[in-house]
């Protein structure tokens, strides 16, 4: 079922703030219209009329984070965009439906053979990449001048070789280090640090999914190695020993009674809040829910460090993509939200509201200096630019990336041996070659 938006109070101090938006909408909408009908000393085109009617989005997220209150989270900051959004467009509501990302494809398919596939929907980059490939979503054009306010990489990676687009980048959500201020005085700032705290107490959590745990590759010199099998590129004595060293310390860190290894990063969140763990690192959408349970105790900042480099995490870059089955005017409405939800407005709306997101729109400017948890953010977006860090986002598929959390959690459960694990790591990798 798809639940329905209700209204909820007007926060306090942000009743001003909603009227002055409206105001301004009203400022901008009604002289242009009624100047653009004067000109042309005729009555209203249908497409400059107020748009109305509901569009149906669907919201991917991983399947193991589902749950009440991340269901309650995302109607939440749908009801922002709605609320907003209604300032321009009154009479347009929106209705959303949560699901796995993982069973899109099949869920789509479904949906699209009976003529009931939803409008929009807000997704990870290579979730729409992979859908696109699929057809089961249509790719889409936006004007230039559009294109050219946002993040130039992500409107990269989202751009298919015959120039539409795969969906519209909306919002990026960097990898950051979380903990519990209770048990940490200082969040540790390199891999030495990390593992010399945990020697002394500290309840470090990290995971084996494989966008999550990247970030160890680069203080290790690994990043360009795996970058390297991806890109098909001969396998060198270099290749080896740089994974092997990064195997290594993956063993150590192991053997260290006070880090733990989990499968996914809703298992480190949930052990976080419970007060389990003491430092984990996390999705910076995610500290909304770990701030409504650790409050000011809730530390934030970049990932370590170690003798190889800065860390390497990945960003996920969440965009719109548009349903196949959509009618001419709700595909006109589709593109009208996905344009506004992208425009200086609404994204700077999102980091004011401390939505933990950082904006695609490059006229919106983090505010860095008054938040140190902004800070790191853009600090963790900032190391995830590597050009061996974007090439493992862009190169390696859904089963690789499986693959190799089965691959690793035999290694720290000592099914596998060391070379055993080297000689899978680049085989699954680099496409078969061991060698």
């Not at 089965?406 to 078969?432: M, N, P, V, W």
Request: proline share 7%; net charge positive; hydrophobic share 40%.
């Amino acid at each position: 079922m798809i639940p329905q938006l209700h209204h909820s109070p007007t926060p306090p101090g942000q009743g001003r703030r909603r009227a002055v938006i409206r105001v301004l909408a009203t400022g901008l909408a009604i002289p242009l219209l009624a100047s653009l009908a004067a000109c042309h000393g005729r009555p209203l085109q249908p497409i400059l009329r107020p748009l109305e009617g509901t569009l149906y989005i669907a919201v991917g997220v991983s399947g193991d984070a589902i749950d009440g209150e991340l269901q309650k989270e995302i109607r939440s900051r749908t009801a922002m965009l709605q609320s907003t959004f209604r300032t321009l467009q009154p009479k347009v509501r929106l209705q959303v439906e949560v699901f796995p990302e993982e069973s899109l494809p099949t869920e789509l398919r479904l949906r699209n053979s009976t003529g009931l596939s939803p409008d929009l929907l807000l997704v990870n980059e290579s979730t729409a990449r992979d859908l696109a490939r699929e057809r089961l979503i249509d790719t889409v054009s936006f004007p230039p001048a559009l294109l050219n306010q946002l993040d130039a990489g992500s409107v990269v990676r989202v751009r298919r070789s015959d120039g539409t687009l795969n969906g519209l980048p909306m919002e990026l959500q960097p990898q950051v280090a979380c903990f519990d201020r209770r048990r940490v005085r200082r969040s540790p700032g390199t891999l030495s640090e990390l593992l010399a705290l945990s020697a002394k107490g500290m309840e470090v959590g990290l995971s084996l999914d494989a966008v999550s745990l990247t970030w160890t590759l680069g203080p290790l010199g690994a990043i360009d190695a795996l970058s390297s099998l991806l890109a098909r590129e001969p396998v060198t004595p270099a290749t080896r020993q740089d994974l092997a060293r990064w195997l290594r310390w993956l063993r150590q860190a192991d053997q260290q009674q006070h880090v733990t290894f989990f499968p996914t990063e809703a298992e480190l969140l949930k052990e976080l809040t419970a007060g389990t763990l003491d430092w984990i690192p996390c999705r910076s959408i995610n500290l909304t829910r770990v701030k409504a349970s650790l409050g000011q105790n809730l530390g934030v900042t970049p990932l370590p460090s170690g003798p190889f480099g800065g860390a390497s995490p990945i960003t996920r870059e969440r965009v719109l993509a548009f349903g196949v089955n959509s009618s001419p005017v709700q595909r006109k409405l589709a593109m009208a939200l996905a344009r506004f939800a992208v425009s200086p407005l609404h994204q700077r709306d999102i980091v004011l509201r401390s939505q933990y997101v950082l904006p695609v729109n490059r006229e919106v400017a983090p505010p860095v200096r008054s938040s140190s948890v902004v800070a790191s953010m853009v600090e963790g977006r900032q190391q995830s630019l590597q050009r061996s860090t974007i090439r493992l986002i862009e190169g390696s598929s859904k089963e690789q990336r499986e693959a190799w959390q089965a691959l690793l959690t035999r290694f720290l459960f000592d099914d596998l041996s060391q070379q055993e694990a080297l000689k899978g790591l680049i085989e699954l990798l680099s496409g078969g070659r061991s060698r």
